[in-house]
């Protein structure tokens, strides 16, 4: 099973409270959908994906674990999901580049560039699945974060929470955690750092929020 820090940041960054019906567009391998059954056990999720052989992994990757009964896969594009009754968050690690050379492997194109689900695309869907107090969150590159903001708030989303992630000290932001909502609210606005200045050697922040889906974070023995 493929696990990519983005799927990671956004699997464990999402806020989850009153969240019971939860989507995740472009679920890939499924690590979202596991991610957010095991933070929220009282959460029921569908999980879509466009590409078959990604889509058949998620399949066996749900079926191996203890929250198969919770998680629903289905191969479909976005655009064509029909309504199985609103969500109360959606989540989505999506495609992003748009001008870049497409790779000659098919999966890969599909994972990674946005002719399959263009930001208005999501924003427009994801206004049609959600109930009226629902949310999104997504990550994205800085510039295509940007893109999808401005395509989000035109179709009637307000921006809640933005999270800018900084691959290590010293350097810029190269990711972007946005949610949003349908109602009007506050924003706030914070940076998290993953690595200090020596490769693989993690910030607390980056361990606090990841803790409990890296074998790496082990927990801190309780003492006597």
């Given at each position: 099973m493929k696990v990519g820090t983005d799927g990671v940041l956004l699997g464990a960054w999402a806020h989850i409270e009153n969240a019971n019906r939860i989507?995740?567009?472009?679920?890939?391998?499924?690590?979202?959908?596991?991610?957010?059954?095991?933070?929220?056990?009282?959460?029921?999720?569908?999980?879509?994906?466009?590409?078959?052989?990604?889509?058949?992994?998620?399949?066996?990757?749900?079926a191996n674990s203890k929250w198969h009964n919770r998680i629903s896969i289905f191969h479909t594009s976005l655009q064509n999901f029909e309504l199985f009754g609103k969500y109360d968050l959606i989540v989505s690690n999506p495609p992003f580049f748009s001008q870049s050379l497409q790779n000659p492997d098919s999966a890969k194109t599909t994972a990674r560039h946005n002719d399959t689900l263009l930001p208005m695309e999501l924003a427009q869907h994801a206004k049609r699945l959600l109930q009226e107090n629902g949310r999104i969150a997504v990550i994205y590159p800085v510039h295509e974060a940007h893109v999808f903001l401005n395509?989000?708030?035109?179709?009637?989303?307000?921006?809640?929470?933005?999270?800018?992630?900084?691959?290590?000290?010293?350097?810029?932001?190269?990711?972007?955690?946005v949610e949003l909502q349908l109602t009007p609210c506050d924003l706030i606005e914070t940076e998290l750092c993953i690595e200090k200045e020596l490769r693989h050697t993690y910030t607390q922040e980056y361990i606090d929020l990841t803790r409990d889906f890296y074998l790496k974070f082990e927990k801190p023995s309780s003492t006597l």
């Open positions: 989507l995740d567009v472009g679920t890939g391998t499924g690590l979202i959908a596991l991610m957010l059954a095991q933070r929220q056990p009282t959460a029921t999720i569908d999980a879509i994906e466009i590409e078959e052989n990604a889509c058949q992994q998620a399949c066996e990757n749900v395509a989000a708030q035109e179709t009637g989303f307000f921006p809640r929470r933005i999270t800018h992630v900084i691959p290590s000290i010293g350097k810029k932001a190269k990711r972007m955690l």
